[in-house]
């Protein structure tokens, strides 16, 4: 079974910091664009930031940019993920969804792209 597993949110001071990781089981990363989304109550998901299968390739949104470094690792036997971030605001606080698309050796960033969704890890920010 394909299975992604976001871990690493929790509860963070205004100005504080984060860092969500992803991993799969029943299959590889290494082959796929690993992005990070984030929903808020009432809002649609929308993406944070993405990383290309050998991590060459990254974006962020703008939202985020200059807060968050997206990296990978696909030395280990299972490949992980990260999202760091700092500086967090009260309007960060949301879920926070790894979702992975490929095969592919092109970077997507797009919620209709992704073909496996991790179920989500909470990230509340505090003022």
């Known amino acids: 079974e394909v299975q992604l597993q976001a871990s690493g949110g929790g509860l963070v001071q205004a100005g504080g910091s984060l860092r969500l990781s992803c991993v799969a089981s029943g299959f590889t990363l290494d082959d796929y664009a690993i992005g990070w989304f984030r929903q808020a109550p009432g809002k649609e998901r929308e993406a944070v930031s993405c990383i290309s299968y050998n991590g060459a390739i990254t974006n962020y949104a703008s939202f985020v940019r200059g807060r968050a470094s997206i990296s990978r690792d696909n030395a280990k036997n299972a490949a992980t993920v990260t999202l760091a971030m700092n500086s967090l605001k009260p309007e960060d606080t949301a879920v926070y969804y790894c979702?992975?698309?490929?095969?592919?050796?092109?970077?997507?960033?797009?919620?209709?792209?992704?073909?496996?969704w991790g179920e989500g890890t909470q990230v509340t920010v505090s003022s």
């Open positions: 979702a992975a698309a490929g095969p592919t050796t092109s970077l997507t960033c797009r919620t209709e792209s992704m073909n496996y």
